[in-house]
């Protein structure tokens, strides 16, 4: 099956501050989406980007889907974007519709 | 305003026996995903219908695991007899999937099972 890598695992940030996450995977897909777990557990939903650009807010996001990557930019980062950031992806040419996910970017975002 | 509604949140329970989590998809969502959290594995597919059809369930064991979809507007996960390590946190998930590409997928608040 198709494979996602996201980079970094750990992040550490100062308030402020900006950084640019990123998703890797195996092979072409057809649904993307980026996701933040929060400290309580909840999966939000970010971006449904299968490929393009979007911004929403201090967050924006980049899908280049036919070199296999997608990019989550946090812009002046605040304590309440700390938690997990998840990319999942929908194989493009088999039948399994369902999203296969990353290990995830843990953000810490201190005050 | 529409979201996936899952029940209970929090469950605690005894080793062998059976616990059965709920999940109402988002009204007009013709898609349902089970998807189990663990720190070891991650977020992993347990398994998923189309228009309440099975359509992948090899995530789940087989032997202890269940699931089905009485009507358009319920899923259900059963596991008889359960084990400690089945303790993980349980997500339901809806979509549309027509003809073309999935639509967005949005999430439950997840059933948090310990089995001890």
């Known amino acids: 099956g198709i494979q996602v890598e996201q980079s970094p695992p750990d992040l550490i940030l100062q308030e402020g501050a900006n950084s640019t996450l990123r998703c890797n995977f195996s092979?072409?897909?057809?649904?993307l989406q980026w996701f933040h777990q929060n400290p309580w557990g909840q999966l939000i939903n970010l971006f449904y980007i299968p490929s393009g650009t979007k911004q929403n807010g201090r967050l924006s996001a980049t899908t280049v889907a036919t070199e296999r990557y997608s990019l989550l930019y946090i812009s002046s980062s605040q304590t309440t974007d700390s938690g997990v950031y998840f990319c999942a992806v929908v194989e493009g040419d088999t039948g399994r519709r369902a999203l296969t996910f990353g290990s995830g970017t843990r953000l810490q975002v201190q005050p | 305003d529409a979201r996936v509604t899952q029940t209970p949140r929090h469950k605690v329970t005894e080793m062998g026996q059976e616990v059965t989590m709920r999940c109402q998809p988002i009204l007009g969502h013709n898609t349902v995903f089970w998807y189990r959290q663990t720190m070891m594995q991650g977020l992993e597919l347990l398994a998923y219908?189309?228009?309440?059809?099975?359509?992948?369930d090899s995530g789940m064991p087989k032997d202890r695991f269940s699931a089905e979809m009485p009507d358009a507007t319920l899923a259900t996960l059963k596991i008889q007899p359960s084990e400690p390590r089945d303790s993980a946190v349980y997500f339901c998930a809806s979509g549309l999937v027509l003809g073309g590409p999935n639509t967005e997928a949005f999430f439950g608040q997840g059933t948090r099972l310990t089995v001890v």
């Open positions: 092979d072409s897909v057809n649904n």
């Open positions: 219908f189309r228009n309440r059809a099975p359509l992948d």
